[in-house]
Each structure stands twice: as C-alpha cells, then as structure tokens.
T-cell receptor
C-alpha cells in the first residue's frame, strides 16, 4: 500500500536554529506531496506542495522542502526556527480520486 | 483566497442523539469535499469523499449509516453523526478543493465533538 512516513514523533529545536521535519514516501509513479501544519484544535494550514518541476519547493512562512527521488524523501526545512513554528506537522500524498493521505504527524517544539 | 467554514467548532451531545456538522466553501464552488476524523495526537483519517449531487464514497471501515454525508449544493456538505456514542467523540475536519488542476486543498477549522 502507498504511504508516507514521518519517522519522528517529535522534533525539538532551539529558536534561531535550522529545523528539519522528515518525511519519506512509498508512492508509485510521480508522487504529489504536501506539507501541512496544524495548531491546537484547528484545521490544517497549507505550507507547500510538490507536483512537478523544481525539486526545491518554497512555501509559506519561510518553509521549504526538497523532493529527493533517489532517497524517496520530502523533508520540510526552515533556516531559522521561531517559537511560533511550534505545532503539529503533516506530510501527505495525493491518492486516486484526489484524496489526501496523511502521515502520522510530527510535533515540532521550538524553545526560546 | 479559498475559505472553508466549518460549524460548529465545538459540540457536546448526549448519547443516542444526532449531530450535524456543516462545511461551507465561502468563496468558491466545491464539487468535491472530504471528511476526516482525527483522534487526539493522531493523524487524520479520511472518512469519506463527498460529491455534489451524488452519494458519498466512504472509506473502508467507515459506517455509512452512522456517518451520513450530504452534499446538496456546490458550497455545502454536511456530516451527520447519528445515534452518537462516546466512542464517536473526536475532532472532525472537512476539506475542499478549489482548483483541482492546482491541487489546492483548503481545510475547515474542525469540529470537536464530545458525546456524553
């Protein structure tokens, strides 16, 4: 079965340091990949997506992700973390029928 | 931008009653909407795909008679939890695609359902 995996339940980083939230995929063909962020008791906010084209995707709030076909990865990155970046992050892929299927999620904690 | 409004944000109901959750696309027409369920500190589980003017498509293991979905217009989909039980308590989130060609999914703010 196709899936995305987020191997880390939680990532801790100090404010101002670079952050990486990992995602690997097991999707046939050309994967359509997404990153979303969720704040407590809220819906999901779109960060970025990879459909085709440049492997480095730049998104909202200074986030970016690199599509790496050889490593089947789509890690989310930000050069300098903010305390306000603390939230739950989801990697997702698009399945048939335009359905989004989500990974387990990674809690990001940024400490000042 | 694309905005999806979900209502109510929180609801508490008694066991055995039914609860309706609305999902509206405010500034675009959505022929397809999706309903997700999220347990505490867990991922989103797709429950069903709601198609305007036709029956919803439910994911495997989701009881269609318990979770009734109606998509009567291009801007409104509703999820009704029938004969609710405490195990139905969860966070329900809807999503809609504004532009299928750009894969722009927009999510509602979610509904916290508590069944007592």
């Amino acid at each position: 079965a196709q899936s995305v995996a987020q191997p880390e339940d939680q990532v801790n980083v100090a404010e101002g340091n670079p952050l990486t939230v990992k995602c690997t995929y097991s999707v046939s063909g050309n994967p359509y990949l997404f990153w979303y962020v969720q704040y407590p008791n809220r819906g999901l906010q779109f960060l970025l997506k990879y459909i085709t084209g440049d492997n480095l995707v730049k998104g909202s709030y200074g986030f970016e992700a690199e599509f790496n076909k050889s490593q089947t990865s789509f890690h989310l990155k930000k050069p300098s973390a903010l305390v306000s970046d603390s939230a739950l992050y989801f990697c997702a892929f698009m399945e048939y029928g335009n359905k989004l299927v989500f990974g387990a999620g990674t809690i990001l904690r940024v400490k000042s | 931008g694309a905005v999806v409004s979900q209502h109510p944000s929180r609801v508490i109901c008694k066991s055995g009653t039914s609860v309706k959750i609305e999902c509206r696309s405010l500034d675009f027409q959505a022929t397809t909407m999706f309903w997700y369920r999220q347990f505490p500190k867990q991922s989103l589980m797709l429950m069903a795909t709601s198609n305007e003017g036709s029956k919803a498509t439910y994911e495997q293991g989701v009881e269609k008679d318990k979770f009734l979905i109606n998509h009567a217009s291009l801007t409104l989909s509703t999820l009704t939890v029938t004969s609710a039980h405490p195990e139905d308590s969860s966070f329900y989130i809807c999503s809609a695609i504004k532009d299928a060609s750009s894969y722009g999914y927009t999510f509602g703010s979610g509904t916290r359902l508590t069944v007592v």
